[in-house]
């Protein structure tokens, strides 16, 4: 048996060296055919037969250099050296590799096991083993390798290669040159001499003599991938980038994961103007390295070349802080955030290039990014740009904008910067003309604007526009047959221009029905030919609701949608209308129409927004109109009318700081200007009891802001927390006179009943309810003071606020307490399940319910709604609901918790201690 597995295990043997020679042939065949993969396959299957075979190690090292896997040949070559396989073909392979990479360590090792190789082998390895020493600035060590290359007989090239790394160690640098022209005459091309010629060129800022010597080497040997790279980057330098996009296509396509080539190519791209390509690259490079800044700055500046935004502003929103206040890709940073309507993060933006030196671009973009801050309410940061503009602008545009800003701004002076534009210009664009007269009309300089108005009449152009500014001054004038007169000379040169037949609509006089009916012929007129006119709508509807037949222009409004179901702006506006009809239901209708679900313009979802939150308000769906202001405000926290509507609701639902954070955060952060915000802001600072603040704010108010009924009362208020009622009530009878509102009418009551009695005060009250009967906070307060001494009178007011309220829970709980003390049981009960269905945690409810279901003999209930309460509570109870809760602890037997309980707490009422007296006397005693 022994001998049978002995030559089993021969025959083995003899077979794995079989196939060793076949695979290593084969493998060797395969690289004569340039079938390098295929080698690859085959002479790792003879490594695999024959791990010690030196000649199988070598060509796979050989096929692995061919494929690109120079870590791989790396290894081989080493494992075949250290196998014993001929140094003179391993080390000039392993020579190149170790320089390629960089390996230094390597080279320095392998001069040690070159010891008996050829000359020129030998003198290669002493070549680059100075090379490193080079590099490495150690040029004494480097000189003394030289001279060790210099006994070698038959040196060779690398023998006069030496002599010239020779020259560049003195820095002789024309010597060496020389010296390498040289070598390049007796051995031409020879790759040391070209790669080191160019570097010297290059160093030498010889770029275009470095460039055609790097052609010649690329050409010789086209596998060195970084002297490619190299040409590739010296052909940039020499402003030929269709010789460099050439070459980095190359690279890119047989390095798709090479940063730095990517990047480069990417630049090349830019640099032909090819910026789809160059965005894809610098996208490639990303992928690569998400954190390269250069591929980040270029798919940003290549992203607005193609327009597209948003691409912008997510690469260079990352990298901006990291660039020069001078760098363009600042600037187009902020063009594209306010192209995004982020006017707010271009003004961010801009604030890198304070202090720069700023050209005419950026006076156009910083008076552009101006404006876009005022459409959002920022008027702080509009004021801050606007500071920093510089004065010398002079390009006619940006004159225009910045005037346009001033005006936007109460800043007249802008006027002066629209006329400066026309003068820059030889001919006066009719838009430019339009602005300015709208200029002059809204400063009231009508001598200008009436010149202006001559200017555009004789040029052709702007003639129409020009009568029509005429007759607008005309008619401010109070010139009222001379404005007619101009509007029909405008009539003769367009006689379909809607325009001007609205205004000859208009301009006459219309004080009575007759003069109505005319008007309004002429403005159907209009309609049938325009039927979507805006402003032909909007007074046709004027006209027919101040004269009692609104529904004609509904039924327009209707008729014409039903063709034109997708007019989003008529939709709007047909909306609104039916809001200020009273029919929110069918507003609401239009409004929750697929069509809005489309992406708006921006002025058109403020309109939007708008009208959905007051067509909630009037179909009374408070909680819809809660949202849809929060959501709006959170969107646009600097937009005015979100600000106001969300701070009007959270007042009206008692949140009082929650509504001066948000007028405190518009007047610190966006504006303190806007006087309907400001008187907001001093509202909530009364309710928050924040009364220095108050006082300092309004001190800062102009005398007629003052004067406001509304601002008299906010001050009346202020007295009265104060404690100050004689100075607090003639303030609020003045408020209360112009406007009796909820909050001055309470006010009132208190300081009448400081300053005059309760019977003053109540009668005043009495008085209000009747003539206010949808004053449902005051009707409450009314059946308050009512309770326990008019209990019919209370049970009647609590009913109607009710009525107007049916969600108030104090009014349901307060109506089912007077109603237990009527001893009318069953109607109490249900007022106050009502109340517990609204509140159903509140303390106070479930006492109150608690209490009814006792007296109706429900005792378990009672004991579980005040067991709640406590829990609720936190046993923090008023004496009352406490002695209630150990009443019901007695009546169901639970007296040994009803004494754990009071010997928990102190009873400090002294009618509620009598009371616990006479129940401990009944249930224990």
Not at 286 to 299: G, M, Q
Not at 712 to 738: C, N, T, V
Request: hydrophobic share 40%.
């Amino acid at each position: 048996m022994k001998n049978w597995i002995a030559g089993a295990m021969g025959l083995a043997l003899v077979a794995c060296g079989s196939d060793n020679e076949n695979y290593l042939e084969s493998g060797k065949q395969s690289i004569e055919q340039q079938s390098f993969s295929t080698a690859v396959i085959q002479l790792k299957n003879a490594v695999r037969q024959q791990p010690e075979d030196a000649e199988s190690r070598y060509f796979l090292a050989v096929a692995y250099m061919s494929v690109g896997d120079v870590s791989g040949a790396e290894k081989e070559f080493e494992r075949a050296l250290d196998l014993g396989y001929d140094a003179n073909e391993v080390v000039p392979n392993l020579t190149k590799l170790y320089q390629s990479k960089g390996n230094k360590k390597g080279i320095h090792k392998l001069v040690a096991k070159a010891k008996g190789t050829r000359p020129q082998v030998l003198a290669e390895l002493k070549l680059s083993q100075a090379k490193v020493y080079v590099e490495a600035g150690e040029h004494e060590k480097a000189q003394a390798v030289l001279d060790e290359l210099k006994e070698i007989p038959g040196s060779g090239e690398f023998g006069l290669l030496g002599l010239a790394y020779s020259f560049v160690i003195k820095n002789n640098i024309d010597a060496a040159l020389v010296q390498l022209d040289n070598v390049l005459e007796r051995y031409p091309n020879q790759q040391e001499a070209l790669r080191l010629k160019g570097r010297l060129l290059l160093a030498n800022d010889q770029k275009e003599q470095a460039a055609n010597v790097f052609v010649t080497y690329t050409q010789q040997y086209p596998n060195d991938v970084n002297s490619k790279a190299l040409l590739a980057r010296l052909y940039m330098d020499l402003d030929k980038p269709e010789q460099a996009d050439e070459l980095f296509n190359e690279l890119a396509k047989a390095f798709p994961k090479a940063l730095e080539i990517a990047t480069l190519q990417a630049n090349t791209k830019m640099a032909l103007r090819q910026y789809e390509q160059a965005n894809q690259a610098a996208e490639r490079a990303l992928l690569i390295n998400s954190e390269d800044v250069t591929a980040r700055l270029i798919a940003g500046v290549s992203s607005y070349f193609l327009n597209n935004h948003a691409d912008v502003n997510r690469h260079l929103s990352l990298v901006a802080g990291l660039l020069p206040e001078s760098h363009p890709a600042i600037r187009i940073l902020a063009d594209s955030q306010l192209k995004l309507g982020q006017s707010l993060d271009a003004s961010e933006t801009l604030t890198a290039i304070q202090g720069a030196d700023l050209n005419s671009g950026d006076a156009l973009l910083m008076t552009q990014v101006g404006r876009g801050l005022v459409v959002d309410g920022q008027l702080k940061k509009a004021k801050q740009i606007l500071s920093e503009i510089p004065e010398n602008v002079e390009q006619p545009e940006s004159l225009v904008n910045l005037g346009l800003l001033k005006l936007s701004m109460n800043d007249v002076s802008g006027v002066e910067d629209l006329e400066l534009a026309t003068e820059k210009l030889d001919k006066q664009p009719l838009q430019l003309q339009q602005v300015l007269a709208i200029a002059y009309l809204k400063s009231n300089q009508l001598d200008k604007a009436l010149e202006l108005a001559e200017q555009m009449i004789a040029q052709s152009e702007s003639q129409v526009q020009g009568f029509l500014l005429k007759s607008r001054v005309a008619l401010i004038k109070g010139q009222r047959d001379e404005s007619l007169a101009l509007l029909q000379q405008a009539a003769e040169l367009a006689p379909n221009n809607a325009n001007i037949q609205l205004a000859l609509a208009l301009v006459p006089s219309i004080n009575n029905v007759a003069d109505a009916e005319v008007a309004l012929n002429k403005l159907e007129a209009i309609l049938e030919l325009e039927p979507s006119f805006t402003p032909a709508i909007t007074q046709h509807y004027g006209l027919t609701k101040r004269f009692g037949v609104p529904q004609k222009m509904t039924v327009h409004l209707a008729d014409y949608l039903q063709q034109n179901p997708s007019d989003i702006e008529r939709s709007l506006l047909y909306a609104n209308i039916l809001i200020t009809e009273g029919h929110a239901k069918k507003s609401l209708e239009i409004l929750k129409s697929e069509q809005f679900n489309a992406e708006l313009s921006k002025p058109l979802r403020e309109t939007y927004n708008g009208i959905l939150a007051q067509a909630y308000i009037q179909d009374r769906q408070f909680d819809k109109a809660f949202d849809h202001y929060k959501t709006w405000y959170q969107t646009e926290p600097s937009n005015v009318n979100a600000v106001k509507g969300y701070t009007r609701l959270l007042q009206a639902q008692n949140l009082t700081k929650e509504a001066l954070y948000v007028t405190s955060s518009y007047m610190e952060d966006v504006s303190s200007e806007n006087m309907e915000i400001a008187l907001l802001h001093a509202q909530n600072l009364v309710q928050s009891n924040q009364l220095e603040e108050f006082q300092a704010l309004h001190d800062n108010f102009s005398d007629e802001i003052k004067s406001l009924p509304f601002v008299k009362g906010l001050l009346g208020q202020k007295y009265m927390l104060s404690r100050q009622p004689k100075e607090a009530l003639p303030l609020l009878k003045a408020s209360y006179d112009q406007q009796p509102t909820p909050n001055v009418t309470a006010f009132l009551v208190s300081a009448l009943n400081a300053t005059q009695g309760q019977q003053v005060a109540v009668s005043f009250l009495k008085a209000h309810v009747l003539k206010y009967p949808t004053d449902a906070a005051n009707a409450l307060r009314y059946a308050t003071l009512q309770t326990y001494k008019n209990n019919d009178e209370a049970i009647k007011y609590y009913k109607k606020v009710l009525e107007l309220t049916p969600q108030n829970a104090v009014a349901a709980n307060n109506l089912a307490h007077v109603l237990m003390n009527e001893g009318q049981l069953n109607d109490a009960l249900k007022y106050g399940e009502q109340s517990l269905a609204i509140a159903p945690r509140n303390p106070n409810i479930l006492d109150t319910v608690a209490m009814i279901q006792l007296k109706l003999g429900n005792k378990e209930q009672a004991l579980d709604l005040l067991s709640k309460a406590m829990v609720e509570a936190d046993e923090k109870v008023s004496d009352e609901t406490f002695v209630n809760y150990i009443e019901v602890l007695f009546v169901n037997n639970e007296v040994k918790l009803a004494e754990r309980k009071l010997a928990q707490r102190d009873i400090n009422d002294k009618q509620q201690m009598e009371r616990l007296k006479q129940l401990q006397a009944q249930y224990i005693n």
